[in-house]
């Protein structure tokens, strides 16, 4: 088949594709990610030039704000006290943190702490005091933290540390997470799983017990040192395990080391491998007496509310949540959970579907009683960034309130908790973006050093917000408003000069799913150089996980899988095809109805005969799609998709790439399959899994996956060939003997050839290397070890020059 008029050769088709692989990180200032000073008067965040990264400092009040710092003077500093040349383009700042009055900046680099005057631009070792892996006491004496499958603590002033346990070993860990999830969370931290009482004598804390998981071994063909391949053991616990991963609550005093155990059976590791600390349902009481925490049932059917008396260890249970399917407490199953103490009151803000839609309610603690609804409507809560106790006040994030927009597109709102009527603070057309401390979007930052708890986008007195708006056509802002939403001042509009040439807008689409009557949302790109009289294939860009929705709601700005997902279908259009997104039914962030119609049939999730309908409606609005041409794709729940979609319709989807693929959920996590499958039952599990389909595939198929894959393990995978083999089926393969639950730029380039090939019916170019986004990360990380200069013991550096403000940012 020819190729495209507008395509002068493939060579540039993918030189296109290359530049929108990283506009994630060239589209500058997309979003705005505060950190608060201490009180409510003034914040600081990075921003991004052409000269490099600066660190600004916001007064709140006025919104006037200047350039405090650049990392190329940080970096010259650095260099003058190692003596070393330190390149500001690599070098990483680790848990920094920047101080309003006096005028000075903390952090970690090259094996030491550093203190940087940033007035005076003097820069001198400092004793260590802060830590981002640090769970530090209300007092600010002490820090906890975890060290070789122990608790410790550390005291601030002295520097002195103590082990508060001792008998912790790998399967049995205090302050840890469950062995399946460990390698995958160190690299974002090793902050240890606990919290300090109110007045600074105890932790609350957990020992995760692996010591009864069966082992999911994962060899390692190609390792990066020696020739035998090396087996890991890999414990995780799969659905069809009678025992799963638990954890042991317990309470520790801090000058003695003296455990309480709560006498309550042991917790079972649920919602995504999460501990109650990660997941945000665990707290104390305001006399540091009781502790709380939510015991949510293997198989996520129930959620009970216990206290714990930490001093004798007697517990009870305040209320519970029941479901037919799975309890809900927050819309996001990989951010803290919505549930929220109000420990002065004795009080608990409680997140629930049992309405239809996710609201919430208010209880009492001493009783368990319910005190009164606080949000109800045909929308819902998408999350909760702060409940105010003086105040009386939430201050949430409502989804689908808008009048003529998506039920995905959220506004900020407060509520009273006494009731009455909810005010919507800042209502502009789009999405509205306003971070919560742990949003899973902010969790790359930890690979370099950052922290995602200490990111808010509401001041900690509640009088400011700081929100990112934008819409999928526009590039976004960055907004500071007060309270009430009265704008204050435009921090950032993000800088587009990195769009390719030739860049298309996408367009939101809204389509009925297969039932006729269902709405369903979506995006749709149009091929590069679209021209309506030529025709063009069309791929499929699709995740098809009942946790999420997919869709993008704004460019660039968003993060997280939505992020991801837009960058990712811009490049099907930079290739020359229709490139479409699509929510179907049985996917998050919607009514419960619609979510949970996948549950116990998850491989209809995001349903691909919605997918289907949707693309034939947008065939009939678009007559150049060619619907003889329709390819699909994605990775993780959007590889398993894949894989199904040629499986068990490939009379319309004639080729797919599949990537990283749970291809049977009977291998996956326990709390996958138990969440969203049900209980595990051979017939119940037989239907989702790709393998019972392998007798269907008619067209092209390509399967890549990572050898060290702990998560979507290669067993299912291969058990998924074998099948295919059985049936006689031809099936291609790209092994990445290396890499784990990632694609790589190998597997983006054999992605792009097989859909030249097969869907465009033409010849690739020769072999380029592809560069994504988390490459340059990963090479930062790895230069910034490489360049390692030596430290002395002590250091201080001669002043620098005064840094300007640049001309973008207002004068104070």
Known sequence: MARHPSFDSWAEAYARVQSILLLERRIRNATVYPHWMGDSRAFW??????????????????????????????????????????????????????????????????????????????????????????????????????????????????????????????????????????????????????????????????????????????????????????????????????????????????????????RYPRLSAVRMNDTLFSAGIAWWSADARIAYFVDIERGERAAHIVAFDVETGETRVIFSERADTYVELGVNVYAPAAVFPLPATKELLWYSERSGRGHLYLYDLRSGALKRTVTSGTWQVRNVLSVDASRREVFLMAAGIAAGEDPYCCKPAIASLDGGEMRVVSSERGEHIVWRPGDFALTPMSLTGGDPRSVSGLSPDGEYFVETVGTVAQLPKTVLRRRDGEEIAVLERADGSALPEGWIWPDPVMLKAADGTTDIYGLLFKPHGYDPAETYPVIDYIYGGPQVSATPKTAFGEGGPRGATFIEAATFAALGAFAVVIDGRGTAERE??????????????????????????????????????????????????????????????????AGGGNYDQALFWHCWGERYQGPYDPDLYKPQAAKTYAKGLTGRLLLIHGLMDSGCHPAGLFQLVQALIEENKDVDLVLLPRASHELTGYGTRRRLDYFVTHLFGSTPPPPVKLTLAADEITQRIAANAATRPKTHESAQAEPTERVAAEPSMRAP
């Open 592 to 657: 419960r109805e619609f979510r949970e119609a996948s549950y116990g049939a998850i491989h209809t999730a995001s349903n691909l005969e919605d997918h289907m309908a949707g693309i034939r409606q947008l065939a009939e609005r678009y007559p150049a799609m060619n619907l003889d041409r329709v390819g699909i794709c994605g990775f993780s729940a959007g590889g398993y998709a894949s894989a199904l979609a040629v499986l068990r319709f490939g009379d319309f989807f004639k080729v797919a790439v």
């Open 45 to 262: 965040y990075e921003r991004t030039s052409a000269d490099g990264s600066a660190v600004c400092v916001v007064d709140a009040a006025t919104g006037q704000g200047r350039v405090a710092f650049t990392l190329k003077s940080v970096a010259r500093a650095l260099g003058r006290a190692l003596s070393a040349v330190v390149d500001p383009e690599i070098v990483i700042l680790g848990s920094l943190e920047v101080e309003f009055e006096p005028p000075r900046a903390r952090f970690d680099a090259y094996d030491k702490s550093w203190t940087y005057d940033y007035v005076s631009g003097i820069l001198a070792a400092a004793t260590k005091t802060h830590d981002r892996n640090w769970v530090m006491s209300p007092d600010g004496r002490l820090a906890a933290f975890r060290r070789d499958h122990n608790l410790w603590v550390r005291e601030i002033e002295t520097g002195k540390e103590r082990a508060l346990t001792t008998d912790g070993t790998d399967v049995y860990a205090y302050a840890d997470t469950p062995l399946s999830t460990r390698v995958l969370r160190s690299r974002l931290g090793i902050r240890a799983e606990g919290l300090w009482s109110p007045d600074s004598r105890r932790l609350l804390t957990l020992q995760v017990d692996d010591r009864h998981v069966p082992e999911l071994p994962l060899m390692s063909f190609a390792p990066s040192e020696g020739l035998r391949p090396r087996v890991s053991a890999n414990r995780t616990s799969l659905s069809g395990d009678p025992k799963v991963t638990e954890f042991r609550m317990i309470s520790v005093e801090v000058a003695t080391g003296c455990q309480v155990e709560a």
